[in-house]
C-alpha cells in the first residue's frame, strides 16, 4: 500500500513539472487611433504622461515624466504644426482651444530615444501633422520589439472611410488639418495613436525618428491595454524577439530540461506498479 501511495505522488509531480508556454503566437504590437479630434489617452490604469506643457521652448529636457531623453528634440510654442488643447488623460473629441506647448524631432539626425522608467505595454501620443517619414521604434533591453512605419496608416487615411471598434464610421477627412483651426496645415492627419502590445510583449525603449515628427500628450502604462470602441484598428505588427517559453529560459539558465520530469515520473510510475504486481505473486 506505501509503494501505491509513492508511486502516486510521482505522477502528480510529473503532471504539476510539465512545461507551460508564457508566449503566445500574437506576441507583437497592435496599433490603433483614436475618434477624430481626440488629443489624449483613454487609458487610466498605471497610466504615466507627459504633455510638454511647462518646458522650456528649445531642446528638450534630459529628464521628463514618462523617463529620459537623448538625441534630436526640440520643444516648440503652439503653432501650425502642433500642440494639443486637450490634456494629455482626456480623450473627448476636442476642437478650437489655445493650444499649448509640443515636442518634435529636430536636426541634425531627427531622431529621438527615450528610456522609461519602467517597462510599458501601452503608448500613445498625440501626433500632429503627420509625415511618411515618421517612424516608431520599441525595445527591449536592447532588443528591438516592434517597428512601426506609418505607411499603412496613411493608405488608412486616404480610403475616405474608417470603422472603429464599436461600429462608428468616420470620414478620414476628418483627420486632417490642426483640430484647433482647420485652416492650419489641412493636408495633414492629425491623431490620437495607440499602442497596445500584445501576447506578453513590453518595451521600455522608444526611438521616435523621421523628418517633422511632431506629438504631444505622450502617455505609457505598465498594465496590459485593450483598445476603447472608439477606436479604429490600423495593424497588428508582429514581434520582433520574443523571449524564449518558460521552458527554454529554465534550460538556458540550469542546464536541465525540466520537461524530461514528465518521462521519469512515468518511469517511477511503472516500477512502483511492477513491484506491487511482484508483491502480490509473492504473497
Known amino acids: 500500500m506505501r509503494i501505491l501511495s509513492i508511486s502516486a505522488a510521482v505522477a502528480g509531480l510529473a503532471l504539476v513539472a510539465t512545461p507551460s508556454v508564457a508566449v503566445t503566437e500574437d506576441f507583437g ?7 477624430p479630434q481626440v488629443q489624449g489617452t483613454a487609458i487610466t490604469t498605471g497610466l504615466t504622461t507627459e504633455d510638454f506643457n511647462v518646458a522650456t521652448v528649445g ?4 529628464s521628463i515624466a514618462i523617463g529620459t531623453l537623448s538625441g534630436d528634440c526640440a520643444v516648440s510654442a503652439v503653432g501650425t504644426y502642433g500642440g494639443a488643447t486637450a490634456a494629455a488623460n482626456f480623450a473627448t473629441p476636442t476642437t478650437g482651444g489655445a493650444g499649448s506647448n509640443y515636442a518634435s524631432t529636430a536636426a541634425p539626425s531627427t531622431a529621438m530615444t527615450i528610456d522609461l522608467t519602467e517597462p510599458a505595454k501601452y503608448l500613445g501620443l498625440w501626433w500632429s501633422a503627420g509625415s511618411a517619414s515618421n517612424v516608431v521604434e520599441l525595445y527591449s533591453e536592447g532588443e528591438r520589439v516592434a517597428y512601426m512605419s506609418t505607411t499603412t496608416l496613411m493608405n488608412l487615411l486616404n480610403s475616405g472611410s474608417a470603422t472603429s471598434v464599436g461600429g462608428a464610421a468616420y470620414d478620414t477627412d476628418e483627420y486632417r488639418g490642426n483640430p484647433r483651426n ?4 489641412p493636408t495633414e492627419p492629425f491623431l490620437y495613436l495607440n499602442l497596445y502590445g500584445t501576447g506578453g510583449a513590453s518595451f521600455d525603449q522608444i526611438v521616435l525618428s523621421g523628418g517633422g515628427f511632431e506629438f504631444d500628450n505622450i502617455a505609457v502604462s505598465d498594465l ?3 483598445p476603447g470602441a472608439g477606436e479604429v484598428g490600423v495593424q497588428f505588427i508582429e514581434g ?3 523571449p524564449p517559453a518558460e521552458e527554454e529560459e529554465e534550460l538556458a539558465a540550469t542546464g536541465f530540461d525540466a520537461s524530461g520530469l514528465v518521462g521519469l515520473g512515468l518511469v517511477a510510475v511503472a516500477a512502483g506498479a511492477a513491484i506491487v504486481r511482484r508483491r502480490s505473486a509473492i504473497n
Request: net charge negative.
Open 29 to 35: 504590437v497592435d496599433i490603433y487611433m483614436s475618434a
Open 59 to 62: 531642446a528638450c529636457a534630459a
Open 182 to 185: 482647420y485652416t492650419l496645415a
Open 224 to 226: 496590459p491595454q485593450e
Open 240 to 242: 520582433e524577439n520574443a
